[in-house]
């Protein structure tokens, strides 16, 4: 095959920005998501010490001494699908795939935010360098809240941004879910983003 063919294919398959934002998250969970193939549980530093805590919240009579004050509040994501889907699939597993679904957010992400911010060519030049933020520190110390936090915090960006070019009611619904859904896995994440967009109230040049 030759590279004409294989630019063409290429141009195929990433013809719409919907594909090439799917291509390129595919890329990035991939390398991201590839190393828990080889483990039972994540290594993830905090990450037993939360599936403990969801052992204690859900066998509440064999741990008197502590008290479970519910999941109305931020940074309780992480816990309320343990308690939910932990009964059904063991915690371990469901651990597991808390942790592939924040993988998975934070690749989509990363190239839906810089291909509405920075345009088609940044977005599949920034994709070379952002594995490292797909599996990044807050993954690997099991802070899975926060982490799945800076996803939603950047798609919530990217649909704040859409909705300033031509708003909808549908859009401006799933931005409310997400705000809320922002504040339930941790709320600090929104304020780790403010500082990327300083400087943006003067007009760019996207590319197309």
Known sequence: MSLASLGRAWDALVCTRTRLVAVLGAVLFVLGAAPLLFVESPPLQDLPNHLASATVILHPTQYPEYVFNGFTKTNTALFAWLVSAGPVLGLQLAGKLFTLLT???????????????????????????????????FVCMGMLDFALGVAVALVLLTLMKEQLEKASIGRGIA??????????????????????LRGRDRPQQVDP
């Open 103 to 137: 993988l998975g957010a934070m690749s989509w992400a990363i190239p839906a935010f810089v291909y509405a911010y920075a345009g088609r060519k940044r977005a599949i030049v920034a994709t070379l360098f952002a594995w490292p933020m797909v599996h990044n520190w």
């Open 175 to 196: 931005m409310a879910v997400l705000a809320v859904g922002l504040w339930f896995t941790h709320v600090f994440s929104a304020a780790h983003r403010r500082p990327a």
